[in-house]
């Protein structure tokens, strides 16, 4: 599924996170200044650890935002993928169309999902690029 290439950055946060979780993330990247780490979905309370303990260590570690994510295995896990990033902002519906991903939302969380000069769009469509081949994102 996945068909990206990490840059050294990336490459230190996995292997930070596996000697902190004990925990093999498969992938990570950044959406909205956090670090998103992505694992199986039976490992996601190991890596989480006893009340957060192994987040809100990376956390103080790297001086940033910390989440981890379960690994979408399908291309129908996608709207769950979206949700757990951009939680904790709400929206009405998530629709996939061929290689579009079209997003409804109400008018703050349209403008929280596009961000200032559209980087977190930016962000989302890279992300989506790289694990689903998605070539279009639509924030409706």
Excluded at 25 to 30: G, L, Q, S
Excluded at 98 to 119: E, P, W
Aim: net charge positive; proline share 2%; hydrophobic share 40%.
């Amino acid at each position: 599924m996945l068909r990206t290439t990490l840059d050294m950055k990336f490459i230190r946060y996995l292997n930070l996170f596996e000697r902190v979780a004990k925990v093999r993330a498969r992938h990570c990247f950044c959406y909205n200044s956090t670090i998103i780490f992505l694992v199986p979905k039976q490992e996601v309370a190991k890596a989480l650890g006893n009340g957060g303990k192994n987040i809100k260590k990376l956390s103080e570690i790297l001086e940033k935002k910390v989440k981890v994510i379960e690994m979408p295995c399908v291309k129908e896990d996608i709207k769950k993928f979206i949700e757990a990033i951009i939680y904790p902002v709400k929206f009405k519906s998530i629709e996939v169309k061929d290689d579009c991903v079209i997003i409804s939302a109400g008018m703050q969380s349209k403008a929280t999902l596009i961000g200032r000069n559209k980087t977190r769009l930016k962000e989302m469509k890279n992300i989506l690029n790289e694990h689903f081949g998605i070539k279009e994102l639509k924030i409706t």
